[in-house]
């Protein structure tokens, strides 16, 4: 999958087939067949995402919608799958109930039975597809939805947070920029640090478009200890040069 960046130019902040029904009920390898059915088309959308291939993205979207449209906006949550194992559908669920087992917390699950890590679902990247489309197409609004689709069944994706993040920006909701980071921050067992700094940066450039350019200087700071990239550092000396401050 593949992340936008939160850049800007010259301190403007804003950054310029049918699908399975759902079903109530869908658990354990309910989820692996619906998954595997989403596998073709999302491969030819994975191929086609590329701002030159615009056409070819239009003439998918239509399928992907229905495949993300027939997804139910809920969590897909850790379950007691077979009588024998409890599965945990992504990394953050597998290192949650990993880390409240090994301290004695009880996970709502019976003891005796481990906790297996399974192969990540295909819904993501339905709901990753569909708003990076919409992106490209200039349907700021509807790419914010299909990310929040995305979020409500993997709330802890780090790819669909970074990209509901750059859409806030779009769309200049700088507000919501700043306390969504915060929470995605506040509430990973996972998130790399090169991911961490992705959402520090978008911070920095929520506060710029606020007019909190002290702010916004401290989070560039905190997104290059995290992952010191060059365009970090250029979009902090954009920034500091601005304020007339040193480098």
């Not at 491969?43 to 701002?51: E, G, H, I, L, R």
């Not at 295909?122 to 914010?144: C, M, P, Q, R």
């Not at 200049?172 to 929470?183: C, D, L, N, P």
């Amino acid at each position: 999958m593949r992340a936008r960046g939160y850049a800007f130019t010259t301190l403007v902040f804003a950054l310029a087939a049918a699908a399975p029904t759902a079903t109530a009920q869908e658990t354990c390898d309910g989820y692996f067949t619906r998954s595997q059915t989403m596998g073709p088309l999302l491969t030819k959308a994975y191929t086609a995402m590329s701002p030159t291939n615009l056409e070819t993205m239009k003439t998918l979207l239509p399928e992907l919608e229905a495949m993300l449209n027939a997804l139910p906006a809920k969590e897909i949550a850790p379950e007691v799958c077979g009588g024998n194992h409890i599965n945990a559908y992504t990394p953050y669920q597998h290192a949650q109930l990993g880390f409240l087992r090994a301290r004695n917390v009880d996970i709502g699950f019976p003891a005796n039975l481990p906790i297996v890590k399974q192969p990540e679902l295909n819904h993501s990247g339905v709901a990753y597809t569909t708003g990076w489309i919409k992106y490209e197409l200039g349907d700021f609004a509807g790419a914010l939805a299909a990310f929040d689709k995305g979020l409500a069944m993997f709330p802890h994706n780090p790819e669909l947070q970074n990209e509901k993040l750059a859409t806030l920006l779009q769309l200049k909701r700088y507000a919501e920029v700043t306390a969504y980071s915060e929470k995605v921050l506040a509430d990973s067992y996972t998130l790399t640090d090169l991911n961490r700094a992705k959402v520090w940066q978008a911070r920095a450039v929520a506060f710029m478009g606020a007019k909190d350019n002290k702010a916004a200087d401290e989070a560039l700071t905190v997104a290059v200890r995290y992952a010191d990239t060059e365009e970090t550092r250029a979009l902090q000396k954009q920034l500091r040069d601005s304020m007339g401050t040193q480098n």
